[in-house]
């Protein structure tokens, strides 16, 4: 990570991605967040991205189910402006996601 400011409305955040032989940047700003008891989230929009993605959106939500238990929702917006390369980059965003969910079980296993 080279940069995170944090959560927060206009927060910037900016990845440096290894990925073979080469190095790409990521950078989203945060542009919305709602924080109460029951829900917290935070969207993230992109503003350099790679894989010849256009738009990214991605709404990170926390929902609590009961005082013990919450659930974590992803909720992403992606374009790349060709319907082909959409259908191709889909299995690495999701893997990129979804590669996150033993760490969140790790993490917060270590804090209950």
Known sequence: MERFDGCK???????????LLTKLTWSSLIT????????????DEGVEMPFGLRFWRH????????????LIIDEISFDTGMTFLNYLLFPFLWGMIFYRKPLYKKYLSLIS
């Open 9 to 19: 409305k206009d927060d910037q955040v900016i990845l440096k991605i290894n990925l």
């Open 59 to 70: 709404k990170h939500r926390v929902i609590e189910v009961n005082p013990l238990h919450s």
């Open 32 to 43: 919305a967040e709602n924080d109460t008891p029951e829900d917290w989230y935070f969207v």
